[in-house]
């Protein structure tokens, strides 16, 4: 069974620019949360998806943004891009974690604003 | 709001026993989980507790106290390979999701 994969692995951006990031989930896995990892933060939650709709949301301003498709795979969008933004983003899949399922977690896409 | 508070780093020797604590508070709380990362990777599941008392796995063990909210995560025999950041997350009821601790850096020395 493949596990949860990210694309890309690693990106450079510079400040001001936008930026997509792509979760595919565990075949059968319907729910996707993504985090935003940096040293010392630990792991920060950006938000879930349930079925193509966004079922929570953590506290991160609104020029992160994300979306689910119909099979389940993930996008996360970031605008305007700030140094602040440079970080490891991970990618989560569950059966549901609301029901204890445990998160399968990508590698992650590290991302670095010049 | 919530907190979950453990140590940031723990050193200690190949074999020996480590307990890395972790403390919570939350509304709702419905279980705690374990998670190690190694450096440059993934973050993997190790354990969940729903339940007061222990749960083992091989050389891992985690413990909950709901009452004091309160556990730790057990690493016996330790090895080399168990050099990581070990992290709890908490679980709370509803549609809500995981929160995780800032994460426990476990250095296993010779």
């Known amino acids: 069974k493949a596990g949860v994969t990210q694309t890309p692995r690693y990106l450079i951006k510079t400040r001001g620019q936008q930026v997509t990031l792509s979760c595919s989930p565990i075949?059968?896995?319907?729910?996707v949360s993504w985090y935003q990892q940096t040293p010392g933060q630990g792991l920060q939650f950006l938000f879930e998806?349930?079925?193509?709709?966004?079922?929570n949301k953590g506290n991160f301003p609104g020029r992160f943004s994300g979306r689910q498709f119909s099979n389940s795979r993930s996008e996360m969008n970031v605008s305007t891009l700030e140094l602040g933004d440079s970080a490891l983003y991970l990618c989560?899949?569950?059966?549901?974690?609301?029901?204890?399922?445990?998160?399968?977690f990508g590698d992650g896409t590290r991302l670095s604003i010049l | 709001g919530q907190s979950l508070e453990q140590p940031s780093e723990v050193t200690a020797v190949e074999g020996a026993i480590v307990q890395i604590n972790c403390t919570y508070q939350?509304?709702?709380?419905?279980?705690l989980s374990w998670y190690q990362q190694h450096d440059g990777g993934a973050p993997t599941f190790l354990s969940y507790?729903?339940?007061?008392g222990l749960e083992e796995t091989g050389r891992f063990s985690s413990f909950l106290s709901r009452s004091d909210s309160y556990g730790y995560l057990l690493l016996q025999e330790l090895q080399m390979k168990d050099s990581a950041s070990y992290f709890c997350?908490?679980?709370?009821?509803?549609?809500?999701?995981?929160?995780f601790g800032k994460g426990t850096r476990l250095s296993v020395i010779a």
């Open positions: 507790n729903g339940l007061d």
């Open positions: 997350a908490v679980l709370n009821s509803g549609n809500t999701p995981l929160v």
């Open positions: 939350t509304s709702g709380f419905y279980g």
């Open positions: 075949s059968g896995h319907r729910s």
């Open positions: 989560a899949s569950s059966l549901d974690p609301v029901d204890n399922q445990p998160q399968h």
């Open positions: 998806y349930f079925s193509e709709t966004q079922r």
